[in-house]
């Protein structure tokens, strides 16, 4: 998949910087942004639970007889990975959910169970979340799902997250990388860090809609919570500072890419 990035620096100045990043023939969205998301009312959520997993557990969660309308199964994922909980060196860290006092720098917060959560600054009161290591982790669906939304940790440029759109038809498949993540999101610090600004918020609109979504990383380790799925979708407050949005028409490409040099040219004028 081929992408072009623009930065409009007018946009910088006044704190509205929006990366877009245009393919064709997709249809899939998403925003990034160190705020967390919310679903709108009227949503229903189905928010990924793992709390009272005893950790680290590469155990298949969901599935079967427990009425849960997920299942998340591990491949080639460490002993010490799969299910985690708080902190340890070299192999995994606590995604980064916000920070004391909110904004986008500062003490860093984390999340004390599944999506929204209540945050806490104590980092062994946080709760369970995911980790790859250099295995593979597979959420798969019940029913067909059109919004996704994860806290992505400590991002790497090894990380991956592959939405399987519409069962994968046509080789309809979309995946983000954790190099095209860092490029825009705003107040992204350092690959890999563990402080506020290493981690965000992820939002995926998939048009054709999903049952699988795939976690995978080259290096130690993808880091994720939070994940959520909404009927309605989610927002941000405020709104994300970064997007990467994905056009499903080449017009609209060509829009988007004039917008953007032109803003970027006024911002150098």
């Known amino acids: ?7 409009a620096s007018s946009w910088v100045r006044t704190g509205l910087l929006i990366a877009a990043s245009i393919a064709i023939a997709k249809g899939d969205t998403i925003t990034a942004s160190l705020y967390s998301p919310y679903a709108p009312t009227g949503s229903t959520v189905t928010a990924i639970n793992l709390a009272g997993i005893v950790t680290p557990s590469q155990a298949q969660v969901g599935g079967g007889t427990t009425g849960l309308p997920y299942t998340i199964t591990f491949s080639n994922v460490g ?67 059109y919004w996704l939304a994860l806290l992505w940790g400590s991002i790497d440029t090894g990380n991956s997250v592959t939405v399987n759109d519409h069962g994968g038809a046509g080789g309809a498949n979309f995946t983000e990388t954790g190099t095209a993540l860092q ?54 407050t405020p709104e994300p500072s970064s997007a990467l949005l994905i056009g499903s028409v080449i017009g609209i490409a060509a829009v988007w890419r004039r917008r953007i040099v032109k803003a970027a040219a006024q911002g150098h004028s």
């Open 79 to 145: 002993s010490d990975e799969g299910v985690v909980q708080n902190t340890f060196s070299g192999e995994y860290a606590v995604p980064v959910a916000g920070a004391v006092g909110g904004g986008t720098s500062g003490t860093p917060e984390y999340l004390t169970a599944g999506f929204g959560s209540s945050l806490t600054s104590n980092i062994a009161d946080s709760g369970n979340y995911l980790s790859t290591g250099t295995g593979t982790i597979t959420i798969t669906f019940t029913t067909t799902q």
């Open 1 to 7: 998949m081929l992408y072009e990035l623009f930065r």
């Open 183 to 236: 490029q825009v999101v705003e107040g992204f610090t350092s690959n890999g860090s563990q402080a506020v600004g290493g981690s965000a918020y992820v939002v995926i609109d998939s048009t054709n809609g999903f049952k699988t979504v795939t976690f995978t990383s080259s290096t130690v380790s993808f880091e994720f919570a939070g994940v959520a799925t909404s009927t309605e979708g989610f927002q941000f």
